[in-house]
């Protein structure tokens, strides 16, 4: 199994672990079985020398993040406004997100130098569920990967 792969379900289990999350994905799932429902997608890999023993390198995610805005919208209290509803339950999760990878994000087998956590873009999304508030963030995961060793 390839690292990117490695680091983007270690990703995946780390945002399942969020107490906010009911589900995550490694792709685009058409029908959650769980509301608010997280995607993680790959974006760019980066890389670039650093001596000669080890080089940098940067796996980058799209995180999405939806919750639903039909009639079934779970938790809705009566009478509150459906959008800011889902934006504030989205906004909790993103919330909780970055906080963590801020705090406590650790990639076995691979130091992890910092993560970066930037650009959230809100829209829509439709599901088969029908239409949702949906919000995406760009993480960045910045390692060191030793090439040969230094002894």
């Avoid at 873009?121 to 949906?134: I, S």
């Amino acid at each position: 199994m390839s690292i990117s792969t490695t680091v983007k379900n270690q990703v995946i289990d780390f945002i399942q672990q969020q107490e906010s999350v009911q589900q995550t994905y490694g792709h685009v799932e058409m029908n959650p079985t769980g509301f608010p429902a997280v995607f993680v997608l790959p974006d760019n890999m980066e890389g670039e020398f650093v001596d000669n023993a080890h080089n940098s390198r940067i796996y980058a995610f799209q995180i999405t993040c939806v919750f639903p805005l039909g009639q079934n919208m779970p938790g809705l209290p009566a009478g509150t406004n459906r959008d800011e509803y889902a934006e504030e339950t989205i906004d909790t999760v993103l919330d909780e997100i970055i906080n963590s990878l801020d705090t406590n994000f650790v990639l076995e087998g691979i130091p992890v130098l910092y993560s970066n956590a930037a650009n959230i873009k809100w829209g829509n999304m439709d599901l088969e569920n029908g239409d949702n508030k949906a919000a995406q963030i760009s993480i960045r995961i910045y390692t060191e990967y030793q090439v040969r060793s230094t002894s």
